[in-house]
């Protein structure tokens, strides 16, 4: 027994009611759940949809959708990483590497050539605030965008897929105080060897910021196609 229009849209209000409002995400589990409900319909006809479902529901354990959930948003985020890292990687071979040596030398210049309230500010410094602007550029840039594309999975795992530059944002602003006596030279200290990782994570944080915007740029795009097909269905 094939589903009608209107029992896809119930199939899916009741997906939504089991906590799960995204619609992509909706979908995502319909596949699984329709041709099941289906079947119980062929069995019986006179099953209401809703006793269909949970029972459809029941098969799934007690976790129910979960699983799937789980699945569907971590496959998503695993690519949008992938896109990262080839964007990352790519960076460094492409004249798109002028911006940040660009912006890193003005934020070298500022820190040895002015200073602020009278008190010369380090590259650190500068650099954490350069960071801080371009966070508040970025959210002021897609909040209309996230508005509109909020109940996507696919939108919103892009943004979760930044772990790791919270960490390394994390790691740079509690690593600004220790800066201010560094050692860089190429002995093998603790000062020495922890001076150098930091300034690692800070050069990766520091190119991660040109990369986020094209990463949300592809997650709109895609995003986008999704709300297209999802809208006509």
Request: aromatic share 18%; charged share 20%; hydrophobic share 45%.
């Amino acid at each position: 027994m094939k589903l009608s229009p209107s029992q896809i849209t119930t199939l899916k209000k009741l997906i939504s009611y089991k906590g799960y409002p995204e619609i992509d995400l909706q979908y995502e589990i319909l596949d699984h759940v329709a041709c099941k409900v289906e079947v119980l319909l062929d069995e019986n006809p006179n099953l209401p949809l809703e006793d269909a479902f949970r029972k459809v529901h029941g098969e799934f354990g007690i976790f129910g959708f979960s699983d799937l959930a789980e699945s569907y948003t971590k496959s998503i985020e695993r690519r949008y990483r992938r896109f990262f890292w080839e964007e990352f990687k790519t960076i460094f071979k492409s004249l798109r590497i002028i911006y940040p040596l660009a912006v890193g030398y003005i934020l070298y210049w500022l820190s040895t050539n002015s200073s602020l309230f009278g008190e010369q500010v380090s590259l650190p410094v500068w650099g954490g605030a350069f960071t801080l602007i371009a966070i508040i550029f970025t959210i002021i840039r897609y909040w209309n965008t996230n508005k509109n594309l909020k109940n996507y999975v696919s939108y919103r795992s892009s943004t979760n897929s930044f772990g790791f530059f919270n960490v390394m944002l994390q790691f740079n602003l509690h690593s600004l105080l220790y800066f201010e006596n560094p050692d860089y030279t190429f002995a093998f200290t603790a000062q020495s060897i922890f001076t150098w990782f930091g300034i690692i994570i800070m050069l990766a944080c520091f190119i991660s910021i040109f990369l986020i915007p094209r990463v949300l740029n592809k997650s709109v795009e895609e995003t986008k196609k999704l709300q297209a097909i999802y809208e006509l269905a």
